[in-house]
T-cell receptor, first 111, second 114 residues
Framework: NAGVTQTPKFRILKIGQSMTLQCAQD?????MYWYRQDPGMGLKLIYY???????DKGEVPNGYNVSRSTTEDFPLRLELAAPSQTSVYFC??????????FGSGTQLSVL | GENVEQHPSTLSVQEGDSAVIKCTYS??????FPWYKQELGKRPQLIID?????GEKKDQRIAVTLNKTAKHFSLHITETQPEDSAVYFC?????????????FGGGTRVLVKP
């Protein structure tokens, strides 16, 4: 099992550009999440999904969108990138009880 | 929503000494409390967890205690080693209810000095 796979690992965007962060898991987990981690800070929940076709907002959803068309994939879309979105983005998945497992992260800079 | 506070924000200990990190949570519905370790540039990794029907759990040199009445839980690392140096995060969740969303504390940077 590869676990949770995120692409790309690094990306630099210009202000106003858009991009999609990809996330896939092969553990057949129903629950998936997107967190962001600002430098020296904790993790903040952006969006989460409890199954294909179901998504909901977390703590900091503004400026982001998600979709969940399959159990495996949970892409995060950034529209009109802003410097405040410079962060490390972690995708994670869970079987629904217990801990969540993180991908290796995407480091995003918006300049 | 849930709010998790973590103290201290930094902790420096001598190798072989013990380290204790404390967290408080606000939502009485939370019943699952994991701890994650994050090394520099890496993903957070689950190291131990505890549920609200248990007061203490141990795994080799690490242990977690929970006081549900006071809404606080702690991580204890004994006989610290240089490889324990990392950032540690506590978290709280209502488990399967509400999507098993974890709310994280702000993190504790632990430095173990040889």
């Amino acid at each position: 099992n590869a676990g949770v796979t995120q692409t790309p690992k690094f990306r630099i965007l210009k202000i106003g550009q858009s991009m999609t962060l990809q996330c896939a898991q092969d553990m057949n987990h129903n629950y998936m999440y997107w967190y962001r981690q600002d430098p020296g800070m904790g993790l903040k929940l952006i969006y989460y999904s409890v199954g294909a076709g179901i998504t909901d907002k977390g703590e900091v959803p503004n400026g982001y969108n998600v979709s969940r068309s399959t159990t495996e994939d949970f892409p995060l879309r950034l529209e009109l990138a802003a410097p405040s979105q410079t962060s490390v983005y972690f995708c994670a998945s869970s079987p629904g009880t217990g801990g969540i497992w993180f991908g290796s992260g995407t480091q995003l800079s918006v300049l | 929503g849930e709010n998790v506070e973590q103290h201290p924000s930094t902790l420096s200990v001598q190798e072989g000494d013990s380290a204790v990190i404390k967290c408080t949570y606000s939502d009485s519905a939370s019943n699952y409390f994991p701890w994650y370790k994050q090394e520099l540039g890496k993903r957070p990794q689950l190291i131990i967890d505890i549920r609200s029907n248990v007061g203490e759990k141990k795994d080799q040199r690490i242990a977690v205690t929970l006081n549900k009445t006071a809404k606080h839980f702690s991580l204890h690392i004994t006989e610290t080693q240089p490889e324990d140096s990392a950032v540690y995060f506590c978290a709280a969740s209502p488990d399967k209810a509400a999507g098993n969303k974890l709310t994280f504390g702000g993190g504790t940077r632990v430095l173990v000095k040889p």
